[in-house]
């Protein structure tokens, strides 16, 4: 009597597997039909994609010291980018804090300007700068900067205002200012948020500096540019494994050094 119900069961849910299969089909090629998508375009492409990823795996291990300062100048450019924006995150996220700045007003305003700042593409600033500021690592640590201010202050100002409260009204109360207030109840309660935010936005950066290295920002990503114009394919293996190992390496001690924040 007990295994009626379990195939009635296992019924309903191959009826239910089926069901949202073919919704998703449905869904999937009526996008394709919508965005003009062509999948038989991959399909009969695939076999020059599989040539050129023959050809990568036979680096041209030569090509290695040529990408030693590119992968440097990459990591400058993150760091870089990564503290100028976080510096100046600092300020706005107190602003921007409901528990803090009590006006409505102000707080909206700050607050708009950070969504502005977020709703802004990467690749659409780095190319920006390119035309202002020219090609090079100028342009890619303005670009990282920019996106590193609108990220960290986004979770900066969200973790002050989980603070507690009773420091910085013992100070009010003492006849304490703004600035003392903030400076002595509210950076020491977050500044391991701070930090923590820091290394992992430098992590995010490290990888988008290659991309906008390829806009000609400066960086790896001028190599990787310059290599699949070439057709060299073999030299852009060496780039690619260039940058997973900086990745790699870059994540590793960011997920170390957060571990012991907490």
């Known amino acids: 009597m007990n295994t009626i119900p379990k195939k009635s069961f296992a019924q309903k849910w191959h009826v239910k597997a089926i069901v949202w299969t073919v919704i ?54 993150a760091l870089i980018g990564t503290l100028i924006g976080s510096i100046v995150a600092v300020p706005f996220s107190v602003l ?21 700042v977020r709703t802004l593409p990467d690749l659409m600033l780095a190319a920006i700068f390119v035309a202002v500021v020219g090609i090079g690592p100028m342009a890619g640590v303005l670009t990282l900067a920019i996106f590193s201010f609108g990220m960290i202050s986004k979770l900066f100002y969200e973790a002050i205002e989980t603070i507690d409260m009773g420091p910085i009204e013992a100070l009010t109360a003492a006849g304490a200012t703004k600035t003392q207030v903030v400076w002595f109840a509210v950076l020491p309660q977050v ?53 997973f190992i900086v990745v790699v390496v870059v994540d590793t001690l960011s997920n170390q050094l957060r571990e012991r924040l907490q």
């Open 24 to 77: 998703v089909l449905a869904l999937f090629i009526a996008s394709c039909s919508v965005t003009g998508v062509d999948v038989g375009v991959f399909l009969t492409g695939f076999n020059q994609f599989m040539q050129i990823f023959y050809e990568m795996l036979k680096p041209d291990w030569s090509y290695v010291p040529f990408t030693v300062q590119p992968i440097i100048q990459t990591i400058q450019m």
């Open 96 to 116: 921007a804090a409901r528990n803090i700045v009590t006006n409505p007003a102000i707080r909206g305003i700050i607050r708009f300007i950070l969504n502005l």
């Open 191 to 243: 500044y391991n948020h701070f930090l923590s935010y820091f290394l992992y936005t430098f992590e995010i950066n490290v990888r988008a500096s290659t991309i906008l290295g390829y806009l000609g920002a400066g960086g790896i990503g001028e190599l990787l540019q310059r290599s699949l114009g070439q057709f060299r394919y073999d030299r852009t293996a060496i780039v690619v494994i260039g940058t």
